[in-house]
């Protein structure tokens, strides 16, 4: 089956432009969440789904940053003026979710995003 | 802060012999440990995990040892293949949804 797809794969941008990043996740995962790697630095998580309950955004670095998901499936995650320092790989990643516990996350290849 | 460290960035093993991983922790609240592997332009892939009231989880050539009492977990790798090379990120959760990763380290085993 497919895995969680995400687009566009490389993004360069003007510092000051909004972007928009979308994730597809595995169908049936009702949990979505979006991370992102700057050169060097581990994952970091930015905002969490979690089938229709309100999203947990504590990972947000500030409010330029916001994320959508539509339906419990589609995700976009949008950047408003970006700056440089959000240059990174943004990464998404879903799972079954729900109560039973923790979840194994399946991850999309990630959104390289370049700004200029 | 970083809750969940990895302090080598990098390790080089030669095939067949053993490799591991080292990942650090600061929260006692973690109870959910994770490995992911990732190979370059590749999202990363669960590898193994381990929760924490358990102290070792085996799966073929991976073993993951979690020493609470020293908030520290391990990945052994034997023997270790050129396949595996990769960089290994460990990853922990407690009560929360958020899942904190490590910085993660990159294994070349040599052939």
């Known amino acids: 089956g497919a895995g969680v797809s995400q687009s566009p794969s490389n993004k360069v941008t003007e510092k000051g432009k909004d972007v928009e990043l979308r994730c597809d996740p595995i169908?049936?995962?009702?949990?979505l969440y979006w991370y992102r790697q700057s050169l060097g630095q581990g994952l970091e998580f930015l905002i969490y789904f979690q089938g229709n309950s309100a999203p947990d955004k504590s990972g947000l670095p500030s409010d330029r940053f916001s994320a959508e998901r539509t339906g419990g499936s589609v995700s976009t995650l949008t950047i408003q003026r970006t700056q440089q320092e959000d240059s990174a790989v943004y990464l998404c990643a879903s799972s079954l979710g729900g109560p039973s516990g923790y979840n194994e996350q399946f991850f999309g290849p990630g959104t390289r995003l370049t700004v200029l | 802060d970083q809750q969940v460290k990895q302090n080598s960035p990098s390790l080089s093993v030669q095939e067949g012999r053993i490799s591991i991983l080292n990942c650090d922790y600061t929260n006692s609240m973690f109870d959910y440990f994770l490995w992911y592997k990732k190979y370059p332009a590749e999202g990363p892939t669960f590898l193994i995990s381990i929760s924490s009231i358990k102290d070792k989880n085996e799966d073929g050539r991976f073993t993951v040892f979690l020493n609470k009492s020293a908030k520290h977990l391990s990945l052994h790798i034997v023997p270790s293949q050129p396949g595996d090379s990769a960089v290994y990120f460990c990853a922990a959760s407690g009560t929360g949804n958020q899942f904190y990763f490590g910085t993660g380290t990159s294994l070349t085993v040599i052939p």
């Open positions: 169908s049936g995962h009702t949990a």
